[in-house]
């Protein structure tokens, strides 16, 4: 069963912490997405890679890194948490710009 | 920005009801998708239409794009308590690469 993976279910970070979220799939898939969700704003676009080394900004950058050493794995860094982070993160990928995509179960970070 | 609203917000109704939830934009796609969310779970994908006027069934669902490519509808006959979670339509943004979505519908069926 094809699969995306985030590694936490649920993270609790202090404010001005160094965060990392790790997501991978094993779909050998090119395109790879980090989005946050929250009630009344829906899913809003970080950033997200097309290929391997490769990213680029969504709607909403600021605060946030990114990292694709390699094509399965695409990694959300929240440079200094602030509480204003808060909020469900949900990675996905995609085989190429036709097709749906593939979420991961999401990681709800909690910045206290 | 290419934005997608969703109509209604919230929609609670009893099991066997039909309801259809609607998705529409002011802008041209050349597809737009419809996703399926269940709570603490990511999206999962239910369809792609991609031809103006197109009709998809899946099941009880049918899934219709607009003739102009702006919009797109969700119909569900004889709902049934499995049908519950928040329905999400999407189409390719400015980025060419990515999707913006829609705020979903809610939708809450009982038995």
């Known amino acids: 069963d094809v699969k995306v993976t985030q590694s936490s279910r649920y993270l609790v970070k202090r404010t001005g912490e160094k965060v990392f979220l790790e997501c991978v799939q094993d779909?050998?898939?090119?395109?790879m997405f980090w989005y946050r969700q929250d009630p009344g704003l829906g899913l809003r676009l970080i950033y997200f890679?097309?290929?391997?080394?490769?990213?680029e900004k969504g709607d909403i950058p600021e605060g946030y890194s990114v990292s694709r050493e390699k094509k399965e794995r695409f990694s959300l860094i929240l440079e200094s948490a602030s509480t204003n982070q808060t909020s469900m993160y949900l990675c996905?990928?995609?085989?190429?710009?036709?097709?749906?995509?593939?979420f991961g179960s999401g990681t709800r970070l909690t910045v206290v | 920005t290419q934005l997608l609203e969703q109509s209604p917000q919230f929609l609670s109704i009893q099991e066997g009801e039909n309801l259809t939830v609607y998705c529409n934009s002011s802008?041209?796609?050349?597809?737009l998708q419809w996703y399926r969310q269940e709570p603490g779970e990511g999206p999962v994908l239910l369809v792609t239409?991609?031809?103006?006027?197109e009709v998809k069934k899946l099941k009880r669902l049918t899934f219709q794009f607009g003739d102009a490519r702006k919009d797109s509808s969700l119909h569900i006959t004889a709902a049934q308590p499995g049908d519950t979670g928040l329905y999400l339509c999407?189409?390719?943004?400015?980025?060419?690469?990515?999707?913006?979505f829609g705020k979903g519908t809610s939708l809450l069926v009982t038995p």
């Open positions: 239409v991609v031809t103006g006027g």
């Open positions: 999407a189409g390719v943004g400015d980025s060419g690469y990515a999707l913006n």
């Open positions: 890679s097309y290929d391997v080394k490769m990213k």
């Open positions: 779909m050998d898939h090119e395109n």
């Open positions: 802008s041209v796609f050349s597809s």
């Open positions: 996905a990928s995609r085989k190429g710009r036709p097709y749906g995509y593939t």
